[in-house]
C-alpha cells in the first residue's frame, strides 16, 4: 500500500509537470493510469473530464462528469453535485435525465424555485415525445408548487389525454377538493365535472358537484347532478339535503318541503339530531307551519339539547376541594385542547379520595365516551349515586342518550331527608349548568387580534387584591387573562376555585370579632369546568362544511396561544400545543419555540419543511425565511443564510430593514474573522 501510495504521488506530479509544458495528452495517460488504479477517486475523475473538454472530446467528458455526479448523490454531498450537474447541462443541454438529475439535487438543497424551474425544463423536452417522463416531470413541478392550481391542472390533463383513466379522475377529484379548501366553488365544480366525464356514475363525486354548483347559486345545475345520483341512492341522507337546498333555492317549495320532511325523517332513524332540527327548519321555511310539524321540530330540538349535554359541565359536577381543583381543572384543559390521553393520565394519577368524589367519575366517565369506550363510560355513570333530584335527572337524560335504560324497579334516587338537608347551599345556578357553551373568556377567535402580552405577575397581583377586596368578577377576569397566556398554571386555577367558592375572600378578611370559617360554611360547589371552545355553527343551508367535531379550538386560535406562549418563554408548552400541526405558519411558530430551547436542529427541520410545502403566496412564507436564515447565521452557516435573506428581500426589500442590515452586519463580520 506504501509503494501505490507513492507510485501515485510520483505519477500525479509528472502529470502536472507536463500539463504546465502544454503536454495535454500525455498528462491525461497519466491521470488515467492513476484512475485505473483508484477509480473512486473523484477529484482525479473529475481532472480528467477536464482534460478530456480542453481536448475536444465532449462524450467522454460528459461520462466522466456523470460518474462523478453520481459518486456525490451517492454519498450525500448535494451541493457539491448539483454544480457538476449544471456542468453536464451545459454541455448536454437536449438531455433531460440530467435536469432530471439536475432538479432533485437542488430540492435536497432546498433551493426550491430553481429545482421547479429544472424539472420545467426538463417537461418542456418530453412533452410531446414521451408522455410518461411528462407526467413525471409535470407531476415533481406540481409537489413543489403545493398552493397552486395551474400545475395540478397539467398533470390532469396530461392523464386525460393518454387514458390513464383512474389516475386522472382521482387528479380531478383532489383538485376539487383543493379548490373547495380555498373557496373556490366555480373552480370546484368545473374540476369535479371533469372527474365526471370520467366516471359519470360516481355518487360521492356527484353530491360534491351539486355542493359546489349550490354554493354558486347555480340551483338547475345542482339539480342535473342530484336527479342523476338520486335514480342510484334514494335514500341518501346528503342527496336528500341537497335535493331540498336546489328546490328551495328554484323556489319550488312545496316539493322542497316534502324533501326536507323526508330527510327529517332519514336523520331521525340515524340520531343526527343536530341535522335534523336543520331539515325541519328548512321545511317550516317552505310553508310547512302546521302544528304537527312545529311539535316535531319542538321535540327535536329537545332531543338535540339533550344529545349535547355532559355532565362534567353541570354545576352539581364542579369540584369541591383544591385536590379535585386540581386535578379536574388539568384534566379539562388538556382534553379541551386536544389532548385527552393525557387528560386521562392526569385522572389516573389522582389519589383515591379524589377519585371517590362525583367530579372525578363524571370527567371520567365522558373522557372515556369521547374516546368511544362508551360501555365503559356508561359503568362508571350507573356507580354514581345521585345527591339531588336534579343530579338524577341529569344522570338519567345522559344515559338514556347514550343507549342506556334502566333496569325495571330501579332508579336513581336522591339523597333522604336528612342528606338533602345537608344540600341546602348546593344550589346549581345557570351559569355553573352552561359553563361550556362557549369559549374561554378573551380566548382568541379567527378574526379577533391576539391579545397583548401580559405581565403575568403584576397581573397576578392585581387580580389577588382584586380577589382579597372581595371583587370576585374582577378577581376571575384577571385570573382568566393570565390563563389566556398560560392555560395549565395550577396555581391561577387553584386561586379561581377559591375565588368562586368564597373561600379565598373569607380567609383574607375575616368579619371583625367572627370566628374563622370552617369549611362546611362554603360548600357551595365551584362551577370550575374549563369551557369547551365553541365550533363553528355548521351552515347546511349553503354546503356542507367538513369540521371535525373533536377539534376544540382552530387553527388560528392554536396559532395565537402558541405565539402568546412563546412571548412568556413557555417554548415547550408553545410546542406542544402545535403537535400534529403542518401548516407553514405552524411549522414556522414550532420552530421559533425549539429555537428558544436551543435545539436548532428541530428548528432548521421544521422551516425547511415549511419553505419546501409552502408557496411564497403563504403569509407565512417570508417570516419562514427569516427565521431560517437566522438558524443558519446561529450556526455559521453563512452561505444559507445570505441566500435566505436574498430571497427574503427578493419578497419584500423593506421587510425588517434595521434588523436585516444586523443580520448583513452579522455575516460580514463572521467572514472576516
Known amino acids: ?192 365535472e371533469r372527474a365526471l366525464a ?61 324533501v326536507w320532511i323526508q330527510a327529517a325523517r332519514h336523520l331521525a332513524e340515524t340520531g343526527d339530531m343536530e341535522r335534523r332540527v336543520d331539515a325541519l327548519r328548512h321545511a317550516i321555511e317552505c310553508g310547512g307551519d302546521d302544528p304537527a310539524l312545529l311539535r316535531e321540530l319542538e321535540n327535536a330540538d329537545a332531543e338535540a339539547r339533550r344529545s349535547r349535554i355532559r355532565l362534567h359541565e353541570m354545576s352539581w359536577a364542579a369540584p369541591r376541594t383544591d385536590d379535585e381543583v386540581r386535578v379536574i381543572i388539568a384534566a379539562n384543559t388538556l382534553a379541551d385542547y386536544g389532548f385527552p390521553d393525557r387528560a386521562r393520565e392526569v385522572l389516573d394519577r389522582a389519589d383515591s379520595q379524589v377519585k371517590a368524589g362525583v367530579p372525578w367519575k363524571v370527567r371520567h366517565a365522558e373522557l372515556l365516551i369521547a374516546q368511544g369506550d ?76 391576539p391579545t397583548p402580552a401580559v405581565d403575568i405577575a403584576v397581573l397576578e397581583q392585581e387580580a389577588d387584591r382584586l380577589a382579597d377586596d372581595g371583587d370576585v368578577e374582577g378577581a376571575i377576569a384577571a385570573y382568566r387573562r393570565i390563563l389566556e397566556v398560560d392555560p395549565t398554571n395550577m396555581e391561577v386555577l387553584r386561586k379561581i376555585g377559591e375565588v368562586m367558592s368564597g373561600r379565598r375572600h373569607a380567609a383574607r378578611r375575616p368579619s371583625a370579632g367572627a ?14 369546568a374549563i369551557p369547551e371552545p365553541s365550533l363553528e355553527t355548521v351552515d347546511f343551508g349553503s354546503a356542507f362544511s367538513e369540521v371535525d367535531p373533536d377539534a376544540m379550538a382552530s387553527l388560528d386560535e392554536l396559532l395565537l396561544d402558541a405565539r402568546a406562549l412563546i412571548e412568556v418563554g413557555l417554548h415547550d408548552e408553545a410546542q406542544e400545543r402545535l403537535r400534529g400541526q403542518d401548516d407553514l405558519e405552524a411549522l414556522v411558530v414550532q420552530a421559533i419555540a425549539a429555537r428558544g430551547m436551543g435545539r436548532l436542529d428541530g428548528a432548521q427541520t421544521r422551516l425547511e419543511r415549511a419553505i419546501q410545502g409552502g408557496t411564497e403566496h403563504h403569509p407565512a412564507y417570508i417570516e419562514a425565511l427569516w427565521e431560517l436564515a437566522g438558524v443558519y447565521l446561529l450556526r455559521h452557516k453563512l452561505g444559507n443564510a445570505e441566500r435566505m435573506l436574498d430571497e427574503v428581500e427578493a419578497l419584500d426589500a423593506g421587510y425588517r430593514p434595521m434588523e436585516m442590515a444586523i443580520r448583513r452586519r452579522a455575516i460580514a463580520l463572521l467572514r472576516q474573522r
Open 374 to 449: 362508551r360501555d365503559a363510560g356508561i359503568e362508571v355513570l350507573r356507580s354514581i349515586q345521585p345527591e339531588s333530584e336534579e343530579m338524577a335527572a341529569d344522570l338519567a337524560t345522559r344515559l338514556e342518550v347514550l343507549g342506556h335504560r334502566p333496569e325495571p324497579g330501579a332508579s336513581a334516587a336522591p339523597p333522604d331527608e336528612g342528606e338533602a338537608e345537608e344540600l341546602v347551599d348546593d344550589e346549581p345556578t345557570d351559569a355553573g349548568r352552561q359553563a361550556s357553551a362557549s369559549p374561554p373568556s378573551g380566548s382568541p377567535s379567527i378574526g379577533t387580534p
Open 515 to 528: 370566628a374563622p370559617a370552617s369549611a362546611e360554611e362554603f360548600s357551595e360547589p365551584i362551577a370550575l
Open 1 to 192: 500500500m506504501r509503494e501505490g501510495t507513492v507510485n501515485r504521488d510520483k505519477i500525479e506530479q509528472e502529470a502536472m509537470n507536463l500539463l504546465r509544458r502544454g503536454q495535454t495528452e500525455k498528462a491525461l495517460e497519466a491521470y488515467l493510469s492513476i484512475l485505473r488504479h483508484d477509480p473512486r477517486d473523484r477529484r482525479v475523475r473529475q481532472k480528467v473530464a477536464e482534460l478530456y473538454l480542453t481536448l475536444g472530446r465532449k462524450p467522454e467528458a460528459v461520462r466522466h462528469l456523470t460518474d462523478v455526479a453520481r459518486s456525490l448523490r451517492a454519498a450525500g454531498q448535494m451541493r457539491a453535485a448539483v454544480s457538476i450537474y449544471k456542468q453536464l447541462v451545459g454541455l448536454k443541454p437536449d438531455q433531460h435525465e440530467l435536469r432530471a438529475d439536475l432538479a432533485e439535487c437542488l430540492t435536497e438543497v432546498r433551493r426550491l424555485p430553481e429545482a421547479r424551474r429544472a424539472w420545467e425544463e426538463a417537461f418542456s423536452l418530453v412533452e410531446r415525445r414521451d408522455p410518461a417522463k411528462a407526467i413525471e416531470y409535470a407531476r415533481a413541478v406540481s409537489r413543489l408548487s403545493p398552493g397552486e392550481l395551474p400545475p395540478k391542472v397539467r398533470v390532469a390533463e396530461l392523464l386525460e389525454q393518454n387514458r390513464r383513466i383512474d389516475e386522472a379522475f382521482d387528479a380531478w377529484v383532489e383538485l376539487g377538493r383543493e379548490a373547495r379548501r380555498y373557496g373556490r366553488p366555480d373552480d370546484q365544480a368545473r374540476f369535479l
Open 198 to 258: 370520467l366516471q359519470p356514475d360516481h355518487i360521492p363525486t356527484l353530491l360534491r358537484t351539486a355542493e359546489a354548483r349550490i354554493a354558486q347559486g347555480d340551483y338547475r345545475a345542482a339539480l342535473t347532478h342530484i336527479q342523476k345520483a338520486y335514480t342510484r341512492d334514494p335514500r341518501n341522507v346528503d342527496l336528500l339535503i341537497l335535493l331540498g337546498q336546489a328546490l328551495q333555492g328554484l323556489g319550488q317549495v312545496d316539493k322542497a318541503r316534502k
